[in-house]
């Protein structure tokens, strides 16, 4: 019987197979942003330990920081940002761990930098205390986030214990209809399945449609494989995701990259693999997908209308977002529209974004906001005069970093935000907000209108 993608990632990582369905696993990078790496550096010290293999471990300075500009340096920081920042610093300072500081020109999102750098390469393990670790999987590397203790470990052992999970495969089949992404095929599958649907599994997305994404679509796709539960998601690498990653500066070059080609191709799953679970969806009549409710399963087409809840967590999530069963999704007025995070601020998200606002006006009532996903992003929407076309529909055009998703300033209160990102739970983006997940294109339709709306008629 032939093997799939993640079981010949895990074999060529295991280290000592306890024989109970846990193993100790080789770990080949080490990310620690800014909130959870100060802790991991802290607690490995406080054990008396030393980095195992420093050169490995990338710090990030990412998810406290103000991304509104700023006139000076740390203007609108919290006390408490400055503290970890700052410990975050002189701990990688002493560790030997090299750290992508603010004013570093490769600053940005950790998810976003990882693969712009070449950190996160096909096949290799990558752990981070970020659940959204498993973005990575977009270009075939295995990512999963794990907790502040099990990251010290990572930190002085290069190692870490795993059971290994059950296999799925989703198969988006056929040709994504105009108006249509890798942000509305995730979103439907999560409301497919559950929020709980993938608990226990490592999936690989695979079919048609899925070649046909780009990389940074891929990494939206793999980014909300946690948002049901599963620790991995992942591409098997092909053509495109070797040409995105050729000279990036950690991965291999010369002869070195040739080699590993061909051993990333080798990796790909078997024709006569067999997994635990196999789903197919038809993307040809997907539409543009939003959410609803305090959960991403709580997704709908955003045609529809609003659905009559089905249980008691339906129920308080409609009361949450102060909705009635029956309404038009697509009516839902909203005070803000935000494009950013680690599921969609790479630069061909801005791009979409840009095509529909080019020539538009966001609605007087609704902040807009967009956040590029690091400095590089940033740079290449300026050189194409993308925060032209932000600035002069109404957006504001902020510096890289988590921002709203994140745990810097600039968080809502009270109000009702569209967002590209990944999670809409109670008082995610802000105390009382009420967060509707969609596609950089639907929040850019959405802004402009004042309202939920659909990119393809708006």
């Known amino acids: 019987m032939g093997a799939t993608y993640f079981d010949k990632c895990w074999d060529e990582h295991v280290v000592t197979d306890f024989g109970d369905g846990t193993c100790l696993l080789q770990v080949d990078r080490l990310l620690l942003h800014d909130v959870t790496g100060s802790v991991v550096m802290r607690e490995m010290s406080a ?16 998810h406290l920081l103000v991304t509104k500009p700023q006139p000076e340096p740390r203007k609108g920081w919290t006390p408490a940002a400055v503290q970890m920042i700052d410990e975050a610093r002189w701990r990688a300072r002493e560790l030997g761990i090299q750290l992508v500081d603010v004013d570093d020109p490769r600053q940005g999102i950790t998810h976003v930098i990882a693969p712009e750098l070449g950190i996160a390469l096909p096949g290799l393990t990558v752990a981070c205390g970020d659940s959204h670790t498993c973005t990575l999987g977009g270009i075939g590397a295995i990512g999963w986030g794990i907790g502040t203790s099990e990251g010290a470990h ?32 995730i979103l439907h599958l999560i409301g497919r399945i559950g929020a709980g649907g993938g608990a226990g599994y490592a999936i690989e997305f695979a079919g048609s449609a899925v070649r046909a994404l780009d990389v940074e679509a891929r990494l939206t796709l793999c980014n909300m494989a946690v948002e049901c539960q599963a620790k991995y998601g992942f591409i098997a690498p092909d053509d495109k995701v070797f040409d995105y990653l050729r000279g990036r500066a950690y991965a291999p070059q010369g002869e070195a990259w040739d080699r590993a080609v061909a051993h990333w191709r080798s990796l790909a799953t078997d024709d006569d693999a067999v997994f635990d679970t196999e789903i197919e969806i038809d993307v040809a009549q997907l539409e543009p997908q939003v959410t ?23 129920e308080r999530a409609l009361a949450y977002q102060q909705l009635q069963p029956g309404a038009e999704l697509a009516q839902v007025r909203i005070d803000v529209a ?4 680690c599921t969609n601020a790479r630069l061909s998200d801005l791009r979409l974004a840009a095509s529909y606002l080019r020539g538009r006006k966001v609605a007087p009532h609704v902040t807009a906001i967009c956040v590029p996903g690091s400095a590089a992003v940033k740079r290449d929407a300026e050189a194409e005069g993308l925060h032209e076309v932000f600035l002069a529909a109404g957006f504001e055009w902020h510096e890289p970093g988590c921002g709203m998703c994140g745990s810097g300033r600039g968080r809502l209160e009270d109000v009702r935000c569209i967002s590209t990102s990944n999670r809409n739970f109670e008082n995610r983006q802000g105390k009382r907000t009420r967060t509707h997940l969609a596609s950089p294109l639907t929040v850019a339709a959405s802004a402009v209108a004042g309202h939920i709306a659909d990119p393809r008629t708006a």
Request: with cysteine.
């Open 47 to 62: 054990a008396g330990h030393a980095p195992e293999c420093p050169a490995q471990v990338f710090g990030v300075i990412d």
């Open 292 to 314: 609803w409710g305090t959960s991403p399963q709580h997704v709908a087409p955003v045609s529809s209308k609003i659905p009559a809840p089905e249980d008691a967590f339906a």
């Open 338 to 341: 935000y494009i950013g995070t």
């Open 154 to 185: 990572v930190l002085a052992t290069q190692t870490i214990v795993e059971a290994k999970p059950k296999r799925m495969r989703v198969r988006f089949e056929g040709e994504l209809p105009a108006g249509v992404s890798a942000k509305d095929m």
